[in-house]
């Protein structure tokens, strides 16, 4: 996207598909800030409906006081085709994708706006998530991640340090604000299938411009029971590396971006290996074996250690050194 006529300061991006209630409760957490802000930023809310059927309209139509461009599919094209057309939908110089099950934390909007109106060359910021699930009215909150345990902004220098941190945080969508003539649109057109167009974007940017990093969660992002799409057997393993490659092929700071992130997301890998166990110990080694078709899993002894582990132990015993990685790991994925 080279469009260099933004005519507004920052397009929030929100892709969505029958939730229309959740939907609502994320604009409004959006809504009071941008209000506060109205006369010093210009801020559009692209929402891309990809044929819900439920009241995902009306909603879009009801907050009068957001400047919501709202559009639907005429037909279901699927999660990324549905997020590559909310960004290309976008004209304003800083395009910060949301989910639209997950909330703005009151402050994050006053800590994103000052970037979309800067001319210092930071091409992409974002900043921890923090996890939450509710019931009702009842929210229960869950661990930070992706924290990089700082007190201040941190600046991430383009290429290997910008990358290689955003690259892993890019697997949660929500929050990640970028410059909208970093976006890749023909690139990520190869990776359609990977479930994380995201990924490649933020990689993309991260490898031509300079990154900030706030010390605070920006989002809370919802453990949410319902999806509307479904990831391969190996949890989108394959299609994550394949995009890792593409980028970091040509870079000769590439080989040790490529093996740091490897072993990162391997120890992710613990979480769809435990979850999978908790199900049966049928569907656990059908994970297992999906991640071990992938070449650099199954070369890696620290994959085999976790799959060993989590085979031996019973489930108690699991859930005690889950709540110790969690307490230890910054990253995650949903």
């Excluded at 395009?95 to 060359?121: C, H, K, N, R, W």
């Excluded at 910008?162 to 410059?179: P, V």
């Excluded at 072993?263 to 769809?272: C, L």
Aim: proline fraction near 3%.
């Amino acid at each position: 996207m080279t469009d260099s006529h933004n005519v507004f300061d920052l397009s929030v991006v929100v892709p969505t598909y029958n939730r229309a209630e959740l939907l609502r409760e994320m604009l409004l957490s959006l809504q009071d800030e941008l209000t506060i802000y109205k006369s010093e930023y210009c801020v559009e809310i692209i929402i891309s409906d990809n044929a819900s059927t439920d009241k995902t309209r009306e909603v879009a139509n009801s907050l009068l006081d957001l400047n919501i461009n709202y559009s639907c599919n005429n037909e279901n094209v699927g999660v990324v085709r549905n997020i590559i057309n909310a960004c290309e939908s976008a004209s304003g110089r800083f395009v910060l994708l949301m989910s639209d099950d997950d909330l703005f934390i009151p402050g994050a909007i006053s800590e994103l706006l000052p970037y979309t109106i800067q001319d210092d060359g930071i091409g992409i910021v974002s900043g921890p998530v923090q996890r939450f699930s509710s019931v009702g009215s009842e929210e229960s909150l869950g661990p930070v991640l992706f924290s990089l345990q700082k007190n201040d902004r941190v600046i991430l220098k383009q290429g290997f340090q910008a990358f290689s941190y955003f690259f892993l945080r890019a697997s949660t969508l929500s929050a990640l604000m970028i410059r909208r003539d970093l976006i890749d649109i023909a690139g990520v057109e190869k990776h359609v299938s990977s479930l994380y167009p995201q990924v490649y974007f933020s990689g993309k940017a991260a490898k031509l411009s300079d990154a900030v990093y706030l010390p605070n969660p920006v989002v809370k992002v919802r453990d949410n029971p319902i999806t509307h799409w479904v990831y391969s057997d190996d949890f989108m393993a394959s299609a994550v590396i394949n995009i890792l490659k593409d980028l970091v092929h040509d870079e000769p700071w590439g080989s040790k971006a490529f093996s740091q992130i490897v072993r990162q997301r391997i120890w992710a890998s613990y979480g769809p290996l435990y979850e999978s166990k908790e199900r049966s110990l049928v569907t656990f080694f059908k994970t297992l074996r999906s991640f071990a078709m992938v070449k650099e899993y199954r070369q890696s002894a620290t994959f085999w250690s976790i799959g060993l582990l989590i085979g031996l132990l019973g489930t108690r015993l699991i859930a005690i050194l889950r709540r110790c990685f969690r307490s230890s790991k910054t990253y995650g994925t949903k």
